[in-house]
């Protein structure tokens, strides 16, 4: 034990709950992992999981920290789960697993777990599983938030949002799905869905920064970040995935610079590098150059290498339009969506081609990005490019009122 209480206690309490909450950050995911692959019931592990932190919270303060916080949760949650198998509670094949694991010597003294995060994420991406629910399920199962928190996130009735996850969890304990990467044939397309749910965390928490008014509400963004670390650190090879975290990390980089000290919105023309995190942009552009040694561009180190052009662009002060014209079609090529389409539009006016990028602009379809208020923007800004100022203006109009975000909704209305 690494600590013990004096007379009153009330010093190592703190430092007893300052312990469990080090431990439910950081290590919460890990944890589980280990315990639902042993015991292929997520609902189970993340019951008895509960249970050992709320059992540190009653004897750390009086027997101080163990010297290993993680295997002591580990133990007693094991245990937990040895009961409960063996009253019936749950399955009770599971018993002879879990005391192969506490003969094994997995207890508050051995060495460190196993990392399982990886085989998590998988499992919660398996085709078995819903894809509305595999997003809301990763940050529940890897990073320890609840339903309600995910719900505000995604926009989801708490109620609602409880049951798609207790249904997803059920579904992994009823099939066995195993907690293993999947073999050479299923990887590329459970990797996607990785990738995808994390960058739809991000996205998430994007949005509701949006709804704050520029701030970080539930750190959703933080967290995606750290998803895909783990990713990448189970999966060094994986391209795609370190084009991801880059990603990501590019557009970290300048959550800073976007708004004014009194929150007016800056678009990112008008940014100052040197509000951009340095360190951010650096680690970004590694691991660009790591994705880039595979020869296999994919969407996120396509788009990582979009946002690298334009941090180089703003640096330097050098033209780079027509190299971002040649990114953006190759991301359109391989990536047709709505957003990559007019990323393209954009870019072909900024390389002085304004009525190329009308032309593409216009050409999606009508039904498709009538209230969408990225293609009005886009096309308010090529229509200025051309003289066309009336229709600009209305344009312009339309972008604004579906803005979500009051800061872009007032860069909008400005006259230009």
């Known amino acids: 034990m690494t600590s013990h209480p004096d007379a009153h206690g009330a010093p190592f309490a703190d430092e007893a709950a300052r312990a469990a909450e080090r431990a439910a950050r950081l290590s919460y995911g890990?944890?589980?992992?280990?315990?639902?692959?042993?015991?292929?019931?997520?609902?189970?592990?993340e019951d008895a999981l509960g249970d050992a932190f709320a059992a540190a919270l009653r004897s750390w303060p009086r027997q101080g920290v163990p010297a290993n916080p993680d295997g002591w949760l580990t133990a007693a949650a094991r245990n937990r789960l040895i009961d409960l198998a063996r009253s019936g509670a749950v399955r009770a094949e599971a018993a002879s697993t879990l005391d192969l694991m506490a003969r094994a010597g997995e207890?508050?003294?051995g060495p460190p777990l196993a990392d399982r995060r990886l085989g998590l994420l998988f499992v919660c991406a398996h085709p078995a599983i819903d894809p509305a629910a595999r997003t809301p399920l990763m940050l529940q199962t890897v990073l320890g938030f609840d339903a309600r928190r995910i719900a505000a996130a995604f926009l989801v009735a708490p109620a609602a949002m409880s049951q798609r996850l207790v249904r997803a969890k059920a579904r992994i304990?009823?099939?066995?799905l195993r907690f293993d990467l999947p073999d050479a044939g299923a990887w590329p397309a459970r990797a996607d869905s990785v990738r995808e749910a994390i960058f739809a965390a991000y996205g998430a928490g994007w949005d509701a920064a949006v709804l704050a008014g520029g701030g970080d509400r539930d750190g959703?963004?933080?967290e995606a970040i750290w998803l895909a670390r783990v990713l990448v650190d189970g999966v060094p090879d994986d391209a795609e995935a370190r084009g991801l975290l880059a990603l990501m990390l590019f557009c970290e980089a300048r959550s800073g610079a976007r708004r004014t000290p009194e929150g007016a919105y800056v678009p990112l023309a008008a940014q100052d590098p040197a509000r951009w995190s340095r360190p951010m942009i650096v680690e970004a552009e590694e691991q660009l150059s790591?994705?880039?040694?595979s020869r296999s561009p994919g969407r996120f180190q396509l788009e990582a290498a979009i946002q690298s052009a334009h941090v180089a662009a703003r640096v330097t002060g050098r033209d780079l339009s027509a190299a971002l014209v040649h990114l953006h079609e190759q991301l359109a090529a391989i990536a047709p969506t709505i957003g990559s389409v007019l990323g393209l539009a954009a870019a072909l006016g900024a390389a002085g081609r304004p009525s190329d990028g009308l032309a593409l602009a216009d050409g999606l379809p009508a039904s498709r990005v009538a209230d969408h208020q990225p293609f009005h923007a886009v096309r308010a800004h090529l229509l200025e490019a051309l003289g066309r100022g009336l229709d600009a203006a209305e344009a312009r109009a339309r972008a604004a009122a579906l803005a979500d975000d009051p800061a872009v909704r007032a860069f909008l209305t400005r006259t230009p």
Not at 34 to 45: C, E, N, W, Y
């Open 30 to 45: 890990r944890l589980l992992a280990h315990l639902a692959r042993a015991f292929r019931d997520v609902t189970a592990a």
């Open 107 to 109: 207890n508050g003294d």
């Open 173 to 176: 304990r009823d099939t066995g």
């Open 220 to 222: 959703l963004t933080e």
């Open 290 to 293: 790591v994705a880039a040694r």
